[in-house]
């Protein structure tokens, strides 16, 4: 079976609509419409998205919906939902969402109740973190954790090193949370420095707790905590999240701490499950469940609302239309909030390892561009830096840029400012400005969407990170790709497991030039 969209009427009929509509300008769409702005928003679940900055119509609108549904998104959708195994590669369901289901609504996967196994977790979860925040759990000599140092990485890392950052005006202030992520001997021993063996707890996360990094990270901070407080120490020093029991015995971690999830959660999906230990940890249960509990209100959103209406499905078919029809080639995403500072590098494993695929779910070659390269920084930092690019270069690059009405923490008239800069740079982004001077004229007509929120606190974080979960899932489905294998990051640990050996030998080389002799290179030191 074959699937090739960019075969059907409906993506024939965007390429003829793209074509007749290039000449238009956002500015010219604004002169032609005095209620524009408020016709391309959609005011929803305390998210105001405002849409209207783009190089859109009503019709360009009308025809990407008509996509969508020829692709059969809303059944794609819903089966997801259901746990139909949507991850056919590896023979699998898709269920993240209900990580995140009121403990109320029983979920049954087969004769599972996924809901009573996801309520048990978070009771587990919910008990420790408070043990760990009252100081009930002690360390081996009987003091208080001060330190949690997260030894995890990919969608291990990203997701909760986001949130604990983000989350970071509700955490308990006298608990360090530090993610250390790469192999690098460098994270780890810079981390220990500020951590204290009687006091530091160490959350080992892996889906597969097979990851070479993790697992080498782990190795030695069991060896840094014993060299001090022997092997009994590890008992109440270490504790893993992971899908493999077996394998976190191996390591020497009493299952009994151990925080289960399941293979029916994506790395890049997994923050919701046990993944957010160390975020529960230091945000404690209530924020944590108030997280989920704003990740579920956008689910149902994504669930009910029509096409037309619906943020996550709108920002997908945004992403299709510049992708596919105006060949832009990334996409930015730009915070204006400090908080969100890991957000893009979070969402660059959610979006480019879903969806960077050549190749249909059917296993046959697309001939149409999927995923964009997904970057950004928080503003104003950007502004700084980059923006220059965006403004004056000559590439097209569709923008979010994320904002809230209140600062979390306060001070002076820094947040208008902050906002101020928010609201310029979308007008400029998209009016531009015409001066005698070429080298200071702005072409504008850059496309922008704006989300802004009222706060960002734990439900808040929950809808934006949903809201990107659902977004990439409607273009995967689009492209007609399955957005939840990853069989890309194979190849290279291959290579550098048969590597390794060699960097520690003086064995004959066997690759290609290059590489013997950038091997050779490193050996001769
Ligand atoms: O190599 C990619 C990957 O498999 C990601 O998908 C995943 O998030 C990461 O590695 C970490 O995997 P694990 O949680 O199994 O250690």
Redesign the pocket.
Same mark, same amino acid.
């Given at each position: 079976m074959t699937f090739q969209v960019d075969a059907t009427d409906e993506w024939l009929a965007l390429s003829t609509h793209a074509q007749a509509t290039k000449d238009l300008t956002i500015a010219s769409l604004f002169e032609q419409d005095d209620k524009r702005a408020q016709d391309f928003t959609i005011d929803t679940e305390d998210i105001f998205f405002d849409y209207s900055k783009h190089r859109i119509t009503q019709e360009t609108m009308a025809l990407l919906t008509k996509l969508a549904r020829s692709q059969d998104v809303e059944n794609q959708r819903d089966a997801m939902f259901a746990g139909s195994k949507i991850n056919t590669t590896e023979n699998r369901a898709v269920l993240h969402t209900a990580l995140r289901r009121p403990s109320t609504d029983q979920f049954m996967l087969g004769d599972t109740d996924v809901s009573a196994k996801v309520e048990n977790v978070l009771t587990q979860m919910s008990t420790f973190s408070d043990a760990i925040r009252n100081e009930t759990h002690t360390g081996h000599t009987g003091k208080p954790i001060k330190s949690i140092v997260n030894l =995890?990485? =990919? =969608? &291990?890392d990203l997701g909760p090193a986001m949130a604990y950052e983000a989350l970071l005006p509700y955490s308990k202030r006298d608990l360090a949370v530090h993610f250390v992520s790469n192999i690098d001997p460098t994270d780890l021993s810079e981390t220990l420095h500020h951590c204290d063996p009687e006091t530091t707890l160490f959350v080992i %996360?892996?889906? &597969?707790f097979?990851?070479i990094e993790?697992l080498t990270n782990a190795h030695s901070a069991r060896v840094w905590l014993t060299t001090s407080l022997g092997d009994e120490a590890v008992e109440k020093h270490f504790v893993a999240v992971s899908t493999n029991a077996e394998k976190v015995a191996a390591f020497g971690i009493n299952t009994d701490n151990m925080f289960e999830f399941w293979d029916w959660v994506g =790395?890049?999906y997994s923050l919701p499950s046990a993944v957010g230990l160390s975020v529960m940890i230091a945000v404690g249960p209530t924020h944590f469940r108030e997280f989920l509990a704003g990740m579920h209100a956008m689910d149902t959103h994504f669930q009910t609302a029509p096409l037309e209406h619906n943020i996550p499905v709108i920002m997908a078919l945004l992403g299709v239309w510049y992708t596919n029809f105006l060949d832009a080639q990334s996409h930015a995403v730009l915070p204006y909030s400090q908080q969100l500072r890991r957000f893009p590098a979070y969402l660059q494993q959610l979006d480019m390892?879903s969806n960077g695929k050549s190749v249909d779910r059917y296993g046959t070659a697309v001939t149409h561009d999927t995923g964009p390269i997904i970057w950004g920084e928080p503003g104003t930092n950007g502004q700084h830096a980059f923006y220059q690019l965006i403004h004056q270069g000559t590439r097209l690059i569709p923008c979010d840029f994320i904002g809230f009405k209140e600062a979390t923490s306060p001070l002076g008239d820094h947040h208008d400012l902050l906002m101020s800069n928010f609201f310029a740079q979308t007008q400029a982004l998209a009016f531009g400005r015409d001066h005698d001077n070429p080298q200071r004229g702005f072409e504008g007509n850059q496309p922008t969407s704006t989300l802004l929120a009222n706060k960002l606190d734990p439900a808040t974080l929950g809808k934006l990170v949903a809201c990107y979960e659902h977004k990439v899932f409607t273009m995967g489905a689009i492209w007609g790709i399955n957005s939840f294998d990853?069989y890309g %990051?194979e190849l290279g640990k291959e290579l550098a497991t048969k590597i390794q050996p060699d960097l520690q030998s003086n064995t004959t080389l066997s690759y290609d030039s290059s590489t013997n002799q950038l091997i050779d290179q490193y050996r001769s030191i």
């Open positions: =995890g990485i =990919g =969608g &291990s %996360v892996s889906k &597969s097979g990851t993790t =790395g890049r390892e990853q %990051v």
